[in-house]
């Protein structure tokens, strides 16, 4: 059974720093491009950052780059976003998902697996 477990989240003040994973389970996804999307308040899951299999090529949303940066451990199944300067616009659930393509989209319907998603929130 495949599984993806997001953790890291939690309340920080604007400025700060968080570092959310997501550990897959299931089967090896080293050969999948991985992304985080996120979900506020009242707004639709949106794309934020997505890295491929080898981990060669990274893209993010203009509102993260500079700040947010994606990796990976295939040895380990593991993701990772490391997010700093965080702003109280980027308070969400954030979920990481397995993509379906080889070159990642911003689409959610192009990811096949999601997580249950972690709570970052971002204080003024």
């Known amino acids: 059974q495949v599984q993806l477990v997001e953790s890291g989240g939690g309340l920080v003040q604007a400025g700060g720093s968080l570092r959310l994973s997501c550990a897959a389970s299931?089967?090896?996804?080293?050969?999948?491009?991985m992304g985080w999307f996120r979900q506020g308040p009242g707004k639709e899951r949106e794309f934020v950052a997505a890295i491929t299999w080898s981990g060669t090529s990274t893209y993010y949303t203009d509102s993260v780059k500079g700040r947010f940066t994606i990796s990976r451990d295939n040895a380990k199944n593991m993701v990772y976003l490391q997010m700093n300067s965080l702003k109280p616009e980027d308070t969400a659930v954030y979920y990481c998902?397995?993509?379906?393509?080889?070159?990642?989209?911003?689409?959610?319907?192009?990811?096949?697996?999601w997580g249950q998603g972690t709570q970052v929130t971002v204080s003024s």
């Open positions: 299931g089967r090896t996804f080293s050969r999948d491009s």
């Open positions: 998902a397995v993509s379906v393509s080889v070159v990642p989209t911003t689409t959610p319907g192009a990811y096949g697996y």
